[in-house]
T-cell receptor, first 121, second 115 residues
């Protein structure tokens, strides 16, 4: 089956611009999470969407936003780019359903994409 | 706040030998999940193994096993019979509440397998 697809794979933007990254989850997965990975800060959670609603949010400024569509595809947007936003952005999807079994299934089914490498110059 | 600590920035192991990667965690939640991921140079995070906080037995997945010591808050990964393809970054992660996905990751350990 197809994995988690992130587009584009690489991106170069200028400071001050905005950028939109896309994540298509595995078919049937309803939860999509986003992470930022930098050499200095490591992997940090950005936000999670479930059924088009933001369910969890990390500690990032308001310049970072996201949304999820009815087909579970998700986008994240970064406005007014700064040099420090250069990073690998990873998204992950899971087949979260209700109950304890759903949670267990979600944990085992949590799958990452290959990431979008954003460079801000 | 939840935190994951991996004290080994880099590790070397001879091919076919076993290696243990250390991970300690800090959380006040009674229910949580612990994970190990492998990240090769391509960047993709590859799931290796999962341990739930209420699981009585240590998790095993093929050559990977998780040495879970709840009282010490440690979740070390053991890789048996190392292979050259095991060379990668390894991350320990915690899902703080076991519902929803908002993982906390450790800084990672770079494992190099020597021929």
């Amino acid at each position: 089956k197809a994995g988690v697809t992130q587009t584009p794979r690489y991106l170069i933007k200028t400071r001050g611009q905005q950028v939109t990254l896309s994540c298509s989850p595995i078919s049937g997965h309803r939860s999509v999470s986003w992470y930022q990975q930098t050499p200095g800060q490591g992997l940090q959670f950005l936000f999670e969407y479930f059924s088009e609603t933001q369910r969890n949010k990390g500690n990032f400024p308001g310049r970072f936003s996201g949304r999820q569509f009815s087909n579970s595809r998700s986008e994240m947007n970064v406005s007014t780019l700064e040099l420090g936003d250069s990073a690998l952005y990873l998204c992950a999807s899971s087949p979260q359903t209700g109950g304890l079994w759903g949670a267990l299934k979600a944990n085992y089914g949590y799958t990452f994409g290959s990431g979008t490498r954003l460079t801000v110059v | 706040a939840q935190k994951i600590t991996q004290t080994q920035p880099g590790m070397f192991v001879q091919e076919k030998e076993a290696v243990t990667l250390d991970c300690t965690y800090d959380t006040s939640d009674p229910s949580y999940g612990l994970f190990w991921y492998k990240q090769p140079s391509s960047g993709e995070m590859i799931f290796l193994i999962y341990q739930g906080s209420y699981d009585q037995q240590n998790a095993t997945e093929g050559r990977y096993s998780l040495n879970f010591q709840k009282a010490r808050k440690s979740a070390n990964l053991v890789i048996s019979a190392s292979q050259l393809g095991d060379s990668a970054m390894y991350f320990c992660a915690m899902n703080p509440n076991n519902y929803g996905q908002n993982f906390v990751f450790g800084p990672g350990t770079r494992l190099s397998v020597l021929p």
